[in-house]
């Protein structure tokens, strides 16, 4: 599935905000991908609260119209004051920005293309549109427009609001060096409950580009002390990472491995037949994933595969899942989407793993986290996202975390930083639960500590015995 990508170019989306006010725009619906037909346009697009059209013809116009008001297809008129007509022309600085005529409706609620009088989009379900300054809207076609009534492109997007700094941050963060050196030790000296397991492993499951290889990335190199790569990242339509892999972190170049493991996965995709397979997840979970196994959306891994564990101890199986999410498409999930994550939830939930929520690209989500990281516990449209994610996906608020993960940075950033480091820090909490429930089990059998030993910790020495 490829991705869907917006064509406003960074000075027209600029021009275009400049009229929105404080809000974020999510794409709804690109007639080049979904069609260029009035019921694609309503079945991306209804119900979806203010949205903005846009719309591109050959002579370099972006124009459309805004409206505050649902799409529901009531067949009756709309009367909305916030709505307007605009135009932006690649010669001019401004916008031009039309208010609709008083007295009139702004739209028409109809089953075909959005309707605004002046202008008719989709008309005919044809790349194309009608122009009648007078109805509803007054202006001048060639400067709307230029009187070409061809598109080239016309395009969805919802106009969020982010509102703006919450007066007291919704969680305390010290945003000092003194704890990010604290974070670093106790993340470094950590030991799990259990003494025959030397490292919490932790999966990381999401969507394709949500950041999970990025986040094992910036973890390393928040520790490694400079910028480094070694899981694949990227942005591609397909996952870019098609091998299971588990990365251990060091501290420092040529430093001692943390006591972590996070493991990286395919990324999910709506379509059964694409990307990972829940049952590819379950088997991961239970440690029978050998590392770089190449995934195989179409057949899950069989017993007798190569890359198939089949004896496995408490070191191998996955004592934390970690849902990765973007956050700028958290409102864009589709019930497919939620409905796999719900499959996943539930297997997850049935073999008493605990399980965390990271919400990504928090910066590219709010400008205002952008300014400055450390508004990320004040930003009111941050909050919203997670309240949002955790009542969709069934993740209590607590165990939603925003982070920031390294992506187009020369350089480390200490506030970035000390952000990783306490989800780090509550993903070693979660593991330390799993391990508490194994308690029992592992004192009943305190006297076989080999049943709980990796491979991966024994060594031999010159004589060939296990040490």
């Known amino acids: 599935m490829s991705v869907v990508t917006s064509s406003l170019s960074r000075d027209q989306e600029s021009q275009l905000l400049s009229l929105l006010g404080h809000v974020r725009l999510h794409l709804l619906y690109k ?25 591109y013809n050959a002579a370099g116009f972006v124009f459309g119209a805004y409206t505050s008001k649902d799409y529901t297809q009531s067949g009756e008129g709309v009367r909305d004051e916030q709505a307007f007509l605009y135009s932006i022309k690649a010669q001019e600085n401004k916008p031009l920005r039309v208010a609709g005529i008083s007295g009139q409706c702004a739209f028409t609620d109809v089953g075909t293309g959005p309707n605004y009088g002046a202008l008719v989009f989709l008309h005919d379900d044809k790349p194309a549109f009608q122009s009648v300054p007078g109805t509803s809207f007054q202006f001048q076609a060639a400067a709307m427009h230029g009187n070409d009534l061809v598109l080239t492109e016309f395009e969805v997007y919802r106009a969020e609001g982010l509102g703006s700094l919450l007066p007291k941050p919704w969680r305390n963060v010290q945003w000092t ?47 490694r002390g400079n910028m480094t790569s070694q899981a694949i990242a990227g942005t591609a339509g397909k996952s870019v990472t098609t091998q299971f892999r588990t990365y251990t972190i060091k501290a420092g170049k040529g430093g001692e491995a943390l006591p972590l493991i996070l493991c990286d996965t395919m990324g999910l995709e709506e379509n059964p037949d694409s990307g990972l397979d829940t ?31 089949q004896k496995v101890t408490l070191n191998d199986k996955i004592h934390c899942v970690v849902y990765v999410v973007d956050t700028c498409k958290a409102s864009l999930l589709t019930q497919k989407m939620l ?9 997850t939930n049935q073999l008493g793993i605990p399980q965390i929520l990271l919400m990504t690209k928090v910066d590219e989500a709010c400008p205002l986290v952008a300014e400055d990281l450390k508004n990320v516990y004040r930003s009111v449209y941050i909050q919203r996202k997670a309240r949002e ?26 506030d970035t930083d000390i952000l990783l480091f306490s989800a780090v820090e509550q993903i070693l909490n979660y593991a330390d639960s799993f391990f508490e429930n194994q308690v029992v089990e592992d004192q009943e059998v305190n006297d076989q500590p080999e049943l709980y030993r990796s491979s991966d910790h024994i060594r031999a020495d010159i004589s060939g015995r296990i040490v």
């Open 31 to 55: 007639a080049s991908v979904h069609g260029f037909t009035a019921a694609a346009f309503h079945s991306h697009c209804d119900k979806q609260g203010p949205t903005v059209l846009v719309a």
């Open 339 to 347: 409905d796999k994550f719900t499959a996943i939830r539930t297997k």
């Open 389 to 414: 994610l955790s009542e969709s996906l069934g993740i209590p608020l607590s165990c939603v975390l925003p982070v920031k993960n390294y992506s187009e940075e020369l350089e480390l950033d200490h």
């Open 177 to 223: 060096p003194e704890r990010k050196q604290q974070l670093m030790k106790k993340i470094q000296s950590y030991q799990p409950d259990i003494k025959a397991v030397k490292q919490a492993r932790v999966a990381l499951v999401g969507r394709i580009g949500a950041g999970k290889s990025s986040f094992f990335n910036s973890i390393s190199s928040a520790f």
């Open 279 to 309: 049952e590819d997840l379950v088997n991961i979970y239970k440690g029978h994933v050998k590392d770089r196994y190449q995934f195989s959306p179409s057949t899950p891994i069989l017993a007798d595969a190569p890359g198939y564990r």
